[in-house]
């Protein structure tokens, strides 16, 4: 009898790889001791800030990522120079997430090196295969936010 193989479990396992490899890639210190995640953050809020402003709630809700988690993550950003939260005159209450050009200068790195990773995951799926997964995932993402 075959054994039912769960997508959960593989985008678990796949899930579980990406972050391994993207963890080893940028171990090197150039990267200065970065998660392949927290990369992702950084560039998630260089996109987004060219487009308009990034608060801490648009990188929780992105990243599928509690609060807390990203409370404690922003303030490592921080304390290494990397953002500057400043104020918005139509809220005290909000904070935007400005990359500093520190910040710029790693990502510019790091965006070549998260480049050469896709390309390595992509490498032999057709654009309709690619596109064929990423509407299956977006789809169970939204069975999973409901």
Same mark, same amino acid.
């Given at each position: 009898?075959?054994?039912?193989?769960?997508?959960?479990?593989?985008?678990?396992?796949?899930?579980?790889?990406?972050? +391994?490899?993207?963890?080893?890639?940028?171990?090197?210190? %150039?990267?200065?001791?970065?998660?392949?995640?927290?990369?992702?953050?950084?560039?998630?809020?260089?996109?987004?800030?060219?487009?308009?402003?990034?608060?801490?709630?648009?990188?929780?809700?992105?990243?599928?990522?509690?609060?807390?988690?990203?409370?404690?993550?922003?303030?490592?950003?921080?304390?290494?120079?990397?953002?500057?939260?400043?104020?918005?005159?139509?809220?005290?209450?909000?904070?935007?997430?400005?990359?500093?050009?520190?910040?710029?200068?790693?990502?510019?790195?790091?965006?070549?090196?998260? %480049? +050469?990773?896709?390309?390595?995951?992509?490498?032999?799926?057709?654009?309709?295969?690619? %596109?064929?997964?990423?509407?299956?995932?977006?789809?169970?993402?939204?069975?999973?936010?409901?």
């Amino acid at each position: 009898m075959e054994e039912k193989r769960y997508i959960g479990y593989e985008i678990k396992s796949i899930s579980h790889l990406i972050r +391994r490899k993207l963890d080893i890639a940028f171990s090197a210190p %150039e990267y200065d001791g970065m998660t392949g995640v927290q990369h992702a953050i950084m560039g998630y809020i260089m996109r987004h800030a060219k487009q308009g402003e990034v608060f801490q709630r648009d990188i929780e809700k992105e990243f599928s990522l509690r609060r807390s988690t990203v409370t404690v993550m922003l303030q490592g950003f921080e304390q290494k120079g990397y953002i500057l939260r400043v104020p918005v005159s139509r809220d005290a209450r909000l904070k935007k997430i400005v990359l500093t050009e520190k910040a710029e200068q790693l990502q510019e790195r790091s965006w070549r090196e998260m %480049e +050469r990773f896709h390309q390595k995951l992509e490498e032999n799926l057709s654009e309709d295969e690619k %596109e064929q997964l990423l509407n299956l995932l977006g789809k169970i993402k939204q069975n999973l936010i409901k």
